[in-house]
C-alpha cells in the first residue's frame, strides 16, 4: 500500500512513542482487514471439500420471512438484517442509529422476539419470522401500541420510534398486564435523544388496558 | 404620537393567565388578523391535539433523509484524519480510483496548498469517494495512501492556555469548523489572539470595583463544564443532486432556508437554482443548522460524478465531527447587601470549541439577575478537537450551572431561602409566577437544611431558573391555499425537526376556518415554498405561526366574500366556525365550509404571509434575526437521593414551570420540556466527551460508552406551562426547547448539596465525583 507509516517518518533519535506506537498498530489493523477479504477469495476458489457451502463473498440469494409474506432477495454475506430490510427490501421504517447493538432503533421481532436488527446477519436468519414495523398495523387499523403512541404524543422527532413501538408491543405480548417498571425494563436499552421516555411508558400503560394478547 | 395609516389599534389579551389577564392596546398592521382571544376562548389552539404526522411515525413511514433513494444514487464516504494535528505532505489516490465502484474521488486537504494542508483534529476530514455502493466506497477509502508529518497537539483547554503549548494555529490564522451562530453568544470577530486563546470578549455596566466595596458578603467560585455532544438518533445525512439546470439537496436539517444560502453563496449558484428539501429530521439540537463538511462534501461529490450522492455519517464521525456543545471553566464572584440587594458581579471564563469559536457561558451572569455593576470577559481556547456548535442553550446551559449554583450559595451565606432571595433580585414577574406555582407543586416548605439525612441515603431539594431570550425570525414566510373543493394547504420550508410545528400549523390554519386540524395539509420543509425560520434558538413557533394565521385569515376573508351574496349579507356578518360558514348574529343560516369554497371564482386562492416585527417592537434585531422586548422565563425544581456509599445520584423528581407565551400546543409542550429536563440531567450526571491526552483521540465515539440518560434514569417530570400573553403577534406565541434544558443542571447541584451538604462545581456530577468530595476517594483533577 501507498500508505506510510508514521514511524517511518520519525526523526532520528526520536524514541517509539506510545502514539507513534498506536497509530501504527491502527494501520496495521487496517492492513489486516484488506488481507482477511483476500484470504475469503483463496477459499473459495479453492476446491471445497465435498459437502461444504461456502457463500460469499459475493451475493448470495436468500428467503426472509417479512411481515407474513416470502421475500427472496441478493445480499452480501456481511449484510445486516437492518441493512437487507433497509435496503433491498425497502423497508426503510427500521431505523439504523449506532449499528452496533447500543441504541435499539433498529428493533425487530424475530419469531415474537425482540432483536437489534444491526447486531445480524440478514444470511443467519433462516426460516425464523420477521416482524417489521411496518407489519404492525393490521390495514389501516394501528395496533393497540401504535395508537396509544399517538394519543399521549410518545414521540419528537419519530426516528427512535419504530424500534420503541416494536419493544412495547413485544411487552404486550408476553406480559399483556405490565407496570411502569415493566415497561421501563422493556425499553431500557433504547436511546431517545428527545427524550420521549416518559410518555412512552404512558402510552405501553394505556394501550394494555385494552390489549388482549 | 404620529399616527399610522397602515396600522389600526387593537386590544389584546395581556399578563399571565392565572393571574387575571389584563389588556394592552398595540397598533396592528391593517392587513393582519384580529386579536386572537385567550386560549379558554378557542376551539383548536392552546389544545392538546395529537401529532399531525403522529401515523408515519409510529407506522414507520415517515421519510428521513437517511432513507431517501434517488434513481442512479452513489454512496459518499469521508476519509478523516487519524491524527491530531499534521502536515499532510501527500495524498496518493491512484489505487483508490481504480478500486471497482469508485466513480469520484476529492480532496479536502491539499498537500500543495499551505493553508489546506493542515489537519487539526482526529476526524477532520480529508478526502472523499463516491462509489457504487457505501462498501466500496469505504474499501476506497483504505486505499489512500497518506503521508503525515506529525506537529505537536493540545487536547486540554488547561494545558492549551500555557504559555509553551503547541499552536493549534500557527499564528493568527484562519478559524475553522460552523461558528456558533446562536445570538445569545458573544460574537468574537476582530478579538485578539494570544497563543491558542482567542478574546477576552468583554461586557460590563457600572462599577464593579465599586459594587464590591459596597457588598456585605461576597461569594466566588469556579465551576466546570463537560463537552457534551448531541448525539441526534439520526445522524447527519445529506443526498446532493447536482443537475445542469439546479441543484437540489436532501438533507437532515434544521434550517432548509440557511442550507440554501449556504449551497448558494459556496457553490456560487444563484438562489433559485438551489432547492433544499427534508421531510422527517431525526434530530437536530443545534447540530444541524448548517450545511456542514459532509453537505459540501456530498454536492461536489455529485458535481464531479453527474450522479445523486449520499453521505450519511457513521456514528463515530458523528461524534468526532457534528459539532458539540464546548466545555467552559468560568470564575464567578458575587457582592451583595445583607438584605439580598446585588451589588457587584463579575465573571471570567475560558471556554473551547475544539478547532472553532464560540465557547462563551452566555449573558445568564449577566442578565438573569438585577444588578447596577457587572463585568465579564469571556475566552476561546483553541485544541485539537472538532468543532463545537451551537448546543440547546448555548452559553446559558453551562452559564447558568454555574450563577445558579452560586446565588445559592449567596443564600445560604445570607441565611434567605433561596426563593425568597430570587423574588427579591430578579425583576421578571414571569419568574416570579413560575416560583411560585413551582414551589407549592414540589413541596418547598418541607425542603431541609443541606445533609439532614443521617442514613447514607440522602434526600435533597433544589431549584435554578433560566434565561433565554424570546427569538423571533423576520425572514419567515407561509402560503395558505385554499381550492374548491375545500382543500386547505400551508406551505413553508420550515422544518420539523420533532418539536411539532406540523401539528401547530394545522391547529392554527385550522382556527381561522373553524375546521378541524386534521382536515389542513401541511407541506413543509422544501425551499420551493416560502422561506421558512431556521429551527434554532427556539424560534420556530414564534416565528412562522403569526405568519400563517395572517395568511389563513386573508385567504378566509376572499372566501367570505365570495359566499356573502348567496346568503344576502355582506361578508362582515359572517363567520367561520363549525366547519361552517354562517352569518355571525344568526349562525343556522350559513352553508358547508365546501359549499362556501365551491362559490370561490377561480379553483384555487393563495396568500403569502410574512412575519411582521412584534406589535410593540423587538428588543435587539441583527438581520433576520431579533429578539422580542421580553425574555423566556422556566423554573425547575428537582428532588435528589444520593447514595454516599456508591456516589450515585438519583434524580426522583422534577418540577418544570415555563412559559412560551400562548402556549400552541400542552401535550406537544409537555413532551419537549420533558425531553429538555432528560438532556438536562443527562448533562448533569452521565455525558462527557474524553479525549486520551496521549492520542488526543475521542475514546467513547459511540452510543454505549458516551452515557446519555436512559428510561431507567428518568423521574417522575411535571411540566407547568403558563399561558402568558403579551399582545406582540398575530399568535402571540413564542418558544420553549432551550429553556427546558438551560434551568436543570444546577437544579440538580443545588439539589445535591442539600441533600449532602457538599458543593459539586464540576460536570458531570460522576460516582466518582461524588465520593471525591464527599472524602471518600482522592479527587481526581
Known sequence: MARKTESEDRPPGEGFSRRSFLQGSALATAGATVMGVAAVLIDQSAAAPSGLLIEGPGYVSIKLQVNGATRTLQVEPRMTLAEALRGPLSLTGTKIACDRGACSACTVWLDGMTVSSCMLLAIDVGTRSVTTIEGMAKGPQLHPVQAAFIEHDAMQCGFCTPGMVMSCAALLQHTPRPTATDVQAAISGHICRCGTYPHVIAATLAAAKTYKA | MAIDVTTRTESFPFGIGRTGLGEIERQVPLNEPPPLPPNADLSVIGKSIPRHNGREKVTGAMSYTIDVNLPGMLFGKILRSSVPHARLRGIDTAAAARYPGVVAIMLIARPDDPAAAVVRYIGAPIAAVAATSAAAADEALALIGLDYQPLPFVADMDTARGQTAPLVYGGAAQVGGNAAEESEIPLLAGLPVKGNVRGPATDGRGNVTQGFAQADVVVEAEFRTQVQTHCCMESHAVVADWRSDGLTVHMSTQSTTGVRHELAQTFGLPLHRVRVIVDGVGGGFGSKSSLGNHGRIAVSLSRQAQAPVRIVLDRQEEQMDSGNRPGTWQHLRVGSRHDGTLTAISLESYGTAGITVGAGVGNVAQGLYDCPNFTGAQHDVFINAGPGCAMRGPGNTPGAWGLEQLIDELAERLSIDPLALRDRIDLSPTRREERRIGAARIGWPSRRAPGTDRGPLKRGMGMAQS???????????????????????????????????????????????????????????????????????????????????????????????????????????????????????????????????????????????????????????????????????????????????????????????????????????????????????????????????????????????????????????????????????????????????????????????????????????????????????????
Open chain 2, 467 to 781: 434565561l433565554w431570550g424570546a427569538n423571533v425570525q423576520t425572514n419567515a414566510a407561509c402560503e395558505v391555499r385554499l381550492m374548491r373543493d375545500g382543500w386547505i394547504e400551508v406551505r413553508s420550508s420550515v422544518q420539523d425537526i420533532g418539536t411539532g410545528i406540523t401539528t401547530v400549523l394545522a391547529q392554527v390554519v385550522a382556527e381561522v376556518f373553524g375546521l378541524r386540524p386534521e382536515a389542513i395539509a401541511v407541506r413543509i420543509g422544501d425551499t420551493e415554498f416560502p422561506a421558512g425560520p431556521p429551527s434554532n434558538g427556539s424560534r420556530t413557533t414564534a416565528s412562522i405561526t403569526p405568519p400563517a394565521r395572517t395568511a389563513a385569515w386573508r385567504v378566509l376573508q376572499t372566501l367570505l366574500l365570495a359566499a356573502a351574496p348567496a346568503l344576502n349579507v355582506s361578508a362582515a356578518q359572517l363567520i367561520a366556525r363549525d366547519g361552517r360558514i354562517a352569518v355571525r348574529d344568526n349562525p343556522s343560516r350559513g352553508m358547508k365550509f365546501e359549499e362556501a369554497a365551491a362559490l370561490l371564482r377561480t379553483d384555487q386562492i393563495s396568500e403569502i404571509a410574512s412575519r411582521s416585527d412584534d406589535y410593540a417592537g423587538f428588543r435587539q434585531r441583527k438581520g433576520d434575526a431579533a429578539v422580542a422586548l421580553e425574555d423566556l422565563g422556566g423554573v425547575q425544581f428537582a428532588e435528589v437521593t444520593v447514595d454516599t456509599e456508591t456516589g450515585i445520584i438519583r434524580i426522583e423528581r422534577v418540577v418544570a414551570v415555563h412559559d412560551c407565551g400562548r402556549p400552541m400546543n400542552p401535550l406537544q409542550i409537555e413532551s419537549q420540556v420533558q425531553g429538555g429536563v432528560l438532556m438536562g440531567i443527562s448533562y448533569a450526571l452521565f455525558e462527557n466527551r474524553i479525549l486520551d491526552q496521549n492520542t488526543g483521540r475521542m475514546v467513547n465515539p459511540n452510543l454505549e460508552q458516551y452515557k446519555v440518560v436512559g428510561p431507567r434514569e428518568t423521574p417522575t417530570i411535571e411540566v407547568i406551562a403558563l399561558e402568558n400573553y403579551q399582545g406582540q403577534s398575530a399568535t402571540d406565541a413564542y418558544g420553549i426547547a432551550e429553556p427546558a434544558n438551560i434551568g436543570t443542571a444546577p437544579a440538580i447541584g443545588n439539589a445535591v448539596y442539600n441533600a449532602i451538604g457538599v458543593r459539586l462545581r464540576n460536570l458531570p456530577m460522576t460516582p466518582a465525583a461524588v465520593l471525591a468530595a464527599l472524602g471518600k476517594i482522592p479527587s481526581r483533577s
